[in-house]
């Protein structure tokens, strides 16, 4: 092993050693980081990078910055020092505008100071995404970094590079990544992304890098490293971060580099500040040309960076990201439009502090100002009590919103949010609508809000609001739950409502104020109940007609007929999901298996871990969920059982699958059984790590993608073929 006779190696074959060690972990942490493909196992990975570490603490004057050893590191500074913009750091006009009238005022724009006619050829633009982070310079000369810089105020930000070298998507040295590995990351030909194509002109090679090459984009955070993030935060007690913007830029101004490495940071790339000595205008013709090179020298830009002609298409970007903005994985606030030309970016210049050639156009917010009216308590399914802020009603993420959740008593109290109180509300994509925080009186956001001394702080109640039996707290858990049960008529109706949906038994037609009215009214108290129920006990229900009374029993007949991963669901066992179910149901192939196996055996199912175990064992060591079972069999309901599959073969394990569009024959939720059963994966949205998308007929968004992205595409005859 090279470790071992290191020190017997001669000066000459370490150096050498010492280089191919740095240029293979530069190459790996590109694939790894940036192209989000590695290849090679972690633990390699590590014992090349302590094999570098070991050569460089016996030979300490052949340490440079860009060794991949130096990303972490380094003391905590007392403060940052100034740094002087070589080019200033500008910002961006907004158009406030979300409509697409933003994009037509745009291009009007630049049209009349280019002096262009009616009758000249639509402009050439580069369209962007708007990423929410903060802005960063990134100085390399002869193609290392040597600096990071913050905006600041333009002309003078803050020395963060410590911080910035942590981010394993930023290269210390240019052009480390093979050529090889660069390719294998770009869409495939003809793809209509235009990153990966040299359209016009060919990149300029690792070996033209500048002698001065300022790289600026944007540092920001992923949403799911925010969330875990956020989760630690909470577990160590520390308080919380709002947004991922914050906690991005709090990870980036962080005087201890050892917490900035801890924080996960992204970057993408937009643009150069100082490029010398050659002018930026003679290196490249484009600013499409110029991010293609950028890419190809190891920096993160976005794939769905486009090239598009006049206002028409600037207006189906705009569109077309903010239809797809909730799937990206990190958040924007807008694109942003640039001219492709820098011959012509020149020739418009600046006002003020902003480019005539670029604008940034924004979507409606995600998150928005409002007043806490009154905090109530809601009552679910497991018994949860869960603060709920009632809201002076605020259109945000697309929709009006008048109610959002507070999560549990411990954030209120971090949160400090009380009625009277200015909010920021978040609601993005189909997630539920939340109380982000409050904004301190007197932040001027909308005059100062002069909290309500005698309003006491929020606690939640010692007896269930809804049937007033106790609530309790375990050890260590966040969440205060009713110990009702199905006494509970909170718990009761949001049971009933679980069992009956769509994903578990589906009872077509029964919905919230139905059950609503059947609970209250004494006609149910259980799920066998709702079986027993018969023609003439709905009828009697109030505004209930003969043809709806009819329908549901219809639907609930329907519904006896199901499979036993729905029914384990509908069962609402906490922490059982659809596709622990799924688990469960192939593990044993039959119920009574499940409801006797001990927690053990249980553990040997996937994705079944201590909790969940305990959880399921605790609930069918109960009787009267036995008996609720029991029951719902003598009812009718029934499905069919298989044997235990644990070994059976699965032969799309490892597999993510992504479903658009109208299948021939196979309903979505079929197809997606059949496929989870032949231990494939069932994703929403497609990414580079889909394996394949099947599309049946009107396949929208998510073939296009698949397409650029080069994801293979099936129909459903080669679906079924594959799961034969
Ligand atoms: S270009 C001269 N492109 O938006 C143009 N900025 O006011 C300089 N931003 O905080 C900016 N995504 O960090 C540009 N694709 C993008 C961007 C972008 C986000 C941020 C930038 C700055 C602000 C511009």
């Given at each position: 092993m090279a470790t071992l006779d290191l020190f017997a190696m001669p000066p000459s074959e370490d150096r050498d050693h010492l280089d191919s060690l740095r240029a293979q972990l530069h190459t790996l942490a590109h694939q790894y980081y940036v192209l989000d493909a590695p290849t090679l196992p972690d633990a390699e990975y590590d014992r090349l990078f302590r094999e570098l570490q070991a050569l460089e603490s016996a030979h300490p004057d052949w340490l440079t910055p860009d060794s991949p050893t130096q990303r972490v590191g380094g003391k905590p500074l007392d403060q940052f020092a100034a740094v002087r913009h070589a080019v200033p750091m500008l910002s961006i006009r907004t158009e406030t505008d979300t409509e697409s009238t933003?994009?037509?005022?745009?291009?009007?724009?630049?049209?009349?100071?280019?002096?262009?006619?009616?009758?000249?050829?639509?402009?050439?633009?580069?369209?962007?995404?708007?990423?929410d982070g903060l802005a960063i310079n990134l100085r390399y000369e002869n193609g290392v970094l040597v600096q990071a810089a913050t905006r600041g105020d333009g002309e003078n930000g803050e020395d963060v590079t410590q911080n910035i070298r942590t981010i394993g998507q930023i290269p210390l040295k240019i052009g480390a990544p093979t050529l090889a590995a660069t390719r294998a990351a770009l869409p495939p030909e003809g793809a209509r992304s235009a990153l990966g194509r040299p359209g016009g002109g060919t990149s300029l090679s690792t070996a033209d890098v500048p002698q001065v090459l300022e790289v600026r984009g944007e540092v920001y955070m992923r949403r799911d490293d925010f969330e875990v993030l956020n989760e630690q935060q909470r577990a160590k007690g520390d308080k919380s971060f709002v947004n991922p913007r914050n906690a991005a830029a709090g990870a980036v101004r962080q005087l201890d580099p050892g917490i900035a490495a801890q924080r996960p940071l992204s970057f993408f790339a937009y643009g150069v500040g100082e490029v010398a000595p050659q002018a930026v205008g003679s290196l490249f013709a484009t600013h499409m040309q110029l991010l293609q090179t950028l890419k190809s020298w190891g920096f993160p830009v976005a794939e769905q960076t486009r090239v598009v002609h006049g206002a028409g298409e600037l207006v189906a970007f705009h569109q077309n990201i903010a239809l797809t903005r909730d799937q990206l994985p990190y958040d924007i606030d807008g694109v942003v439009y640039k001219l492709n030309s820098l011959a012509l970016q020149q020739r418009l210049g600046f006002v003020t502090r902003e480019p005539r050639w670029a604008v940034a156009h924004k979507f409606p917010a995600q998150e928005q100002l409002t007043r806490v009216l009154a905090i109530d308590v809601q009552v679910g399914r497991t018994g949860?009590?869960?603060?709920?802020?009632?809201?002076?009603?605020?259109?945000?993420?697309?929709?009006?919103?008048?109610?959002?959740?507070?999560?549990?008593?411990?954030?209120?109290?971090?949160?400090?949010?009380r009625v009277g109180d200015q909010v920021i509300v978040r609601r993005a994509g189909d997630v539920i609508p939340e109380v982000v925080g409050r904004v301190a009186s007197g932040s001027g956001v909308s005059g100062p809000t002069p909290r309500q001394p005698y309003v006491p702080n929020f606690s939640l109640p010692a007896l269930c609001p809804v049937c007033g039996s106790a609530v309790v707290r375990e050890k260590g858990q966040a969440n205060h739950r009713?110990?009702?049960?199905?006494?509970?008529?909170?718990?009761?109706?949001?049971?009933?409502?679980?069992?009956?949906?769509?994903?578990?038994?589906?009872?077509?037609?029964?919905?919230?104020?139905?059950?609503?009215?059947?609970?209250?009214?004494?006609?149910?108290?259980?799920?066998?109940?709702?079986?027993?129920?018969?023609?003439?006990?709905?009828?009697?229900?109030?505004?209930?007609?003969?043809k709806s009374a009819q329908n549901i029993v219809d639907a609930l007949e329907k519904s006896k007929q199901t499979t036993l991963p729905r029914f384990l669901f509908g069962l609402g066992i906490r922490h059982v999901g659809e596709a622990t179910a799924k688990e469960l149901a192939r593990h044993f192939g039959g119920l009574d298996a499940i409801m006797d196996a001990p927690e053990e055996v249980l553990l040997q199912v996937n994705d079944v871990g201590p909790i969940v175990a305990k959880s399921i064992r605790t609930f069918f060591d109960q009787a009267h969920n036995r008996e609720v079972v029991d029951q719902l069999r003598a009812c009718g309901i029934r499905w069919e059982e298989g044997a235990a599959t644990s070994d059976a073969p699965k032969p799309l394990a490892g597999k993510t699958f992504v479903l658009t569009g109208t299948l021939p024959t196979l309903g979505r939720d079929d197809a997606k059984d059949?496929?989870?059963?032949?231990?494939?994966?069932?994703?929403?949205?497609?990414?580079?790590?889909?394996?394949?998308?099947v599309a049946g007929t009107e396949a929208g968004s998510k073939l296009t993608r698949a397409q650029e992205l080069g994801v293979a595409v099936l129909d459903e005859a080669a679906l079924l073929e594959m799961l034969k």
């Open positions: 933003g994009a037509q005022a745009f291009d009007t724009r630049v049209r009349k100071e280019l002096e262009l006619l009616d009758t000249d050829a639509s402009v050439e633009y580069v369209a962007e995404l708007k990423f949860k009590l869960t603060p709920v802020a009632r809201l002076e009603p605020v259109f945000v993420g697309g929709t009006t919103v008048s109610n959002a959740t507070l999560h549990n008593l411990f954030e209120v109290r971090k949160k400090d949010v009713c110990v009702g049960g199905l006494f509970c008529n909170a718990q009761c109706k949001q049971a009933i409502l679980h069992f009956g949906q769509r994903r578990a038994v589906e009872i077509e037609g029964l919905g919230d104020k139905l059950v609503e009215q059947m609970v209250d009214a004494n006609v149910i108290r259980t799920l066998p109940d709702l079986y027993r129920l018969g023609f003439g006990a709905l009828v009697g229900l109030e505004r209930m007609a003969d059949m496929i989870e059963a032949a231990g494939g994966k069932v994703s929403g949205s497609v990414s580079k790590k889909t394996s394949y998308v």
